[in-house]
């Protein structure tokens, strides 16, 4: 019995597989938690109004310029800027009402006012550097004296929409917002407008520079997919055409 089993005995064991020894679990370290230095006290300034009881802070940049919206001695809503303890009155786009909505760091605001026969429009402000030091200085302008921001820019307003507001804009000069039609629908307009200006060079990668390398790399490369071959047609004109004097047949 014994030895009629030991074949089997033998072949089993051939072909089992080697047992293997697990490592030991690792044991869990405790980490230091890195050094965090939060405030442990904060500054609060009092910003001000524009004259009247009521102020609010609605955004602020990387260089501590506020922009805000006040009531003014008149009664009316303002927006301003609060630039190095100096409030700007920002004015309107020729009506009686204005508020602010962003600023990016190259001090351009955003925000909505109304014009002199009442649209309320979202608006772009673009200050001016008036000594070219490179920083703008200047955001209130009124060479006519007809009470509108000179530096204000009413945002035209998308097809069937009456009145419109602009709610942030990027450091790109990219400006989203608002907009109200007639039955009371809003929609959400774009704004891809590109700062101008002096030290208002476009930005490295934008959208446009993307288009002309494309476009260039098609006239370089006129076999790609998608492109069409660019055929010069004038006087040095070095391609043939089908059924044309000197062309081929």
């Given at each position: ?5 030991s ?22 370290g ?34 501590g ?12 809503d ?21 508020a ?16 002199a ?35 204000m ?79 010069s ?17």
């Open positions: 019995m014994w030895f009629k089993n074949p089997k005995s033998v072949i089993s064991t051939s072909h089992r597989r080697p047992l293997r020894r697990r490592p030991p679990p690792a044991r869990l405790v980490e230091a938690l890195e050094d965090r230095a939060l405030p442990t006290t904060y500054l609060y300034t009092d910003i001000g109004t524009l004259g009247g009881t009521y102020s609010r802070s609605d955004d602020v940049n990387a260089l310029q506020v922009v805000c919206t006040s009531v003014t001695v008149g009664g009316s303002h927006a301003f800027l609060w630039s190095g303890g100096a409030l700007i009155d920002l004015g309107t786009l020729g009506g009686a009402w204005s602010v909505s962003a600023i990016n760091d190259h001090g351009q605001i955003v925000g909505s006012a109304d014009t026969d009442g649209i309320r429009h979202a608006f772009l402000l673009s200050p001016e550097d008036t000594n070219g030091d490179g920083s703008p200085d200047r955001w209130f302008r009124d060479s006519n004296g007809n009470g509108a921001n000179d530096l820019t009413a945002l035209q307003l998308p097809a069937g929409q009456t009145a419109s507001i602009a709610l942030d804009i990027n450091n790109a000069g990219e400006v989203v917002g608002g907009a109200n039609d007639s039955a009371g629908r809003s929609h959400a307009p774009l704004d891809r407008r590109r700062r101008e200006g002096p030290g208002h060079a476009r930005r490295p990668g934008c959208r446009r520079d993307r288009d002309q390398r494309r476009r260039a790399s098609r006239r370089r490369c006129p076999g790609r997919r998608g492109a069409k071959p660019r055929v047609l004038g006087r040095d004109a070095r391609h043939d055409r089908p059924g044309e004097p000197g062309g081929s047949q």
